[in-house]
C-alpha cells in the first residue's frame, strides 16, 4: 500500500488529525494507497510555509529561478516512465497517451513557464512633455491552484508552473481521485532545488482541503479547473472576499462536419476528439453536427470506427479506451447512456459496462456509445457527460450548424471541418467558444489563450494570460 504524503514547507507530511482515504485503482477497482483526508489546518500549515518563502521567491533573481524550474521540468523527463505508469494506474487512462501526452506536456509545462519569466515585461504609456507611466506586473503572494482528475499532472503543472514563474508561492491541491503524480511532483521540486515552502500540495476532498483553499483570507487568488457546479460554489466563496479568480469549467463541445471536408482525416481525427482519454478532456467532441448530404455515410463510417476501438487494460499497447476514473463517474456516464434512450435516441454503438477479462475483470470500463435521433433541447444534447459518448445530429446550412453549435450553455471548444477557407473564417468568429480548432483537434500552442466563454469559464490561461493573472498590476506615473 503505497501512503501518499502531503508536501508542506519541503517535508512531507501526514494529514494533522492523521486521517487517510482510500485511493482504488480504476483499471482493478483495487485500493493500491492511500492520501491524507487533509483539512483547515493543514492549509492554514501550507499557507503559513508558503507566507514565510514569499519574501525571498518573489525577488529571486530571474535566471535562478529559471534555472530551477528548468530542472523541474528535466526531472519530469527523467521520471518520465515512472509517472506514465502512475498517471495509467491512478486514471485508468491508457499506458501509451500518459507516455505520450500526459507527462511530456507536465515537462513541457514547466520548461515553458521557465523560458516565459525571462521574457515577461510589462507596458509604459507615455504623456509626451507631461509624464511618464509604467506597470509593475509584481507576483501576488501566496495562491491556490486546483486541479480536476482528467489530466492529472498535465493540469496541476499548468496552473503550478505559470503561478512560481511569476514569484508567488503557491498551496496546491490535486484531486483526490488522481494523486499520486502531484506526490512525485513534490519529490522532484526538491531534488531541483525549489526553495522549502515555494510549493505545497496538500491531499483530501474538495469540501475540505479545496474549499479550505478558497476561504482562507492569506491566499489571494486561486487558479481552478474542474466541473461548472463547482466553479459556482468556488466564485460564490472567493467573490465577497475579492479574490482573483480563474475559473477553467466545463464544456458540452460541438464537432461542426460539412460536406466539403476531407473526409478520411475527419473521421480519423473526430473519433480521437471524441474518445480519447475515454472522452474525460474538457475539449472532447461530444456532440458531432453534420451537413445533412453525407449524413448517413459519415455516421456509418463513424459507428464502424468507433465500434473497433479496444476496450481494456491499460497497461496493454492494443488498447484504445481504458478504465473510467472512478465508479460514480462511470455510473453517471452509464446513467446517461439510459436517458439518452429514454429521451428518444438510438444506441447506435456501444453504451454498456465492460468486464475484460484477467486483472482487470472488476474494473470501471465502457464500451463507447454513439447515439442519434435526439433533438438539440433535450438534456443529453445539453449537458456535460464527459465520458465516452457522443451524440450525432444533422444540419442543412451553415447557420442552422452555428445555432446548434452554439445552443448550450457551455463555451470552451468547438472543430470546424471544411475546404473552404471563408466558411471557416465566418462560422469561427461566430461561435461562442473559448477555442476554435479548423480542420484539426487539440493542436496546441502553449503561448495561445486557453479558456472557455459563457459557462465554461472566467478568464484565460496560457501564455502571457497565465503570467498576467498571476501578476498584479501597478501603474507608477512620474510628472517629467
Ligand atoms: P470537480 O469540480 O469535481 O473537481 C475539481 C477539483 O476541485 C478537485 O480537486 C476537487 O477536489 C476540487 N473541489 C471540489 N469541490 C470543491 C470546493 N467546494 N471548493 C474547492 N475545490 C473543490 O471536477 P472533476 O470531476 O475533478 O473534473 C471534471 C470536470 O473538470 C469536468 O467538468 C471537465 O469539463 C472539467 N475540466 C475543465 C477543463 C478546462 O480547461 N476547462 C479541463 C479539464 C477538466
Redesign the pocket.
Known amino acids: 500500500m503505497i501512503r501518499i504524503l502531503n508536501y508542506i514547507g519541503g517535508e512531507m507530511v501526514p494529514a494533522i488529525d492523521g486521517g487517510w482515504l482510500p485511493n482504488p485503482e480504476p483499471a482493478t477497482a483495487q485500493v493500491f494507497s492511500e492520501i491524507p483526508d487533509s483539512g483547515p489546518a493543514d492549509v492554514e500549515k501550507a499557507w503559513m510555509a508558503a507566507r514565510q518563502a514569499f519574501p525571498s521567491w518573489s525577488v529571486t533573481p530571474l535566471e535562478d529561478r529559471f534555472r530551477i524550474l528548468h530542472r523541474i521540468s528535466e526531472g519530469i523527463e527523467t521520471r518520465m516512465e515512472d509517472l506514465a505508469m502512475a498517471e495509467s494506474r491512478d486514471n485508468g487512462k491508457p499506458l501509451w497517451p500518459a507516455r505520450k501526452v500526459d507527462i511530456p506536456r507536465a515537462a513541457s509545462n514547466f520548461r515553458f513557464f521557465a523560458t516565459a519569466l525571462l521574457q515577461f515585461a510589462s507596458e509604459s504609456h507615455e504623456m509626451p512633455g507631461e509624464a511618464i507611466n509604467y506597470t509593475l506586473r509584481q507576483p501576488i503572494g501566496v495562491v491556490g491552484c486546483?486541479?480536476?482528475?482528467?489530466?492529472p499532472l498535465y493540469?496541476f503543472t499548468w496552473k503550478i508552473a505559470p503561478a512560481l514563474a511569476a514569484g508567488n508561492t503557491v498551496v496546491a491541491?490535486?484531486?483526490?481521485?488522481t494523486p499520486l503524480t502531484a506526490w512525485m511532483l513534490a519529490e522532484i521540486c526538491r531534488e531541483a532545488g525549489l526553495p522549502p515552502g515555494v510549493l505545497n500540495i496538500i491531499h483530501g476532498?474538495?469540501?475540505r482541503?479545496?474549499?479550505a483553499?478558497?476561504k482562507h483570507p492569506g491566499i489571494k487568488a486561486i487558479s481552478?479547473?474542474?466541473?461548472?457546479?463547482?466553479?459556482a460554489?468556488?466564485a460564490a466563496?472567493a467573490a465577497p472576499v475579492f479574490k482573483k479568480l480563474s475559473l477553467?469549467?466545463?464544456?458540452k463541445n460541438p464537432t461542426l462536419v460539412f460536406a466539403d471536408a476531407d473526409l478520411e482525416e475527419t473521421l480519423r481525427t473526430t473519433v480521437q476528439s471524441g474518445f480519447s482519454n475515454q472522452g474525460e478532456?474538457?475539449l472532447c467532441g461530444s456532440r458531432l453536427l453534420i451537413e445533412r448530404s453525407i449524413y448517413t455515410s459519415f455516421r456509418d463510417a463513424y459507428v464502424e470506427r468507433v465500434s473497433r476501438l479496444r476496450v481494456g487494460d491499460p497497461l496493454d499497447t492494443e488498447t484504445r479506451v481504458g478504465a473510467l476514473a472512478s465508479e460514480a463517474h462511470l455510473q453517471k456516464v452509464l446513467s446517461y447512456v439510459r436517458l439518452a434512450t429514454k429521451e428518444g435516441g438510438t444506441l447506435l454503438c456501444g453504451g454498456q459496462q465492460v468486464y475484460p477479462e484477467g486483472r482487470c475483470r472488476d474494473g470501471w470500463f465502457m464500451q463507447p456509445a454513439v447515439i442519434e435521433g435526439l433533438g438539440p433541447a433535450c438534456r443529453t444534447n445539453q449537458e456535460?457527460i464527459?465520458g465516452p459518448v457522443v451524440t450525432l445530429q444533422p444540419f442543412d446550412t451553415e447557420e442552422e450548424a452555428i445555432a446548434l453549435a452554439n445552443g448550450v450553455r457551455y463555451g470552451?471548444a468547438t472543430s470546424v471541418w471544411t475546404r473552404d477557407l471563408k466558411k471557416a473564417h465566418r462560422v469561427a468568429a461566430a461561435l461562442e467558444s473559448g477555442i476554435v480548432w479548423v480542420n484539426c483537434w487539440l493542436l496546441r500552442d502553449l503561448r495561445t489563450p486557453?479558456?472557455?466563454m459563457k459557462d465554461?469559464?472566467v478568464g484565460r490561461e496560457g501564455g502571457w494570460e497565465a503570467m498576467r493573472f498571476f501578476t498584479e498590476p501597478k501603474n507608477v506615473c512620474i510628472r517629467l
Open positions: 486546483i486541479s480536476p482528475w482528467n489530466l493540469l491541491k490535486p484531486s483526490e481521485i476532498t474538495g469540501p482541503v479545496g474549499e483553499i478558497v481552478f479547473t474542474g466541473g461548472t457546479a463547482t466553479g460554489r468556488i466563496v477553467e469549467l466545463g464544456g478532456i474538457c456535460e464527459f470552451l486557453f479558456g472557455g465554461s469559464g
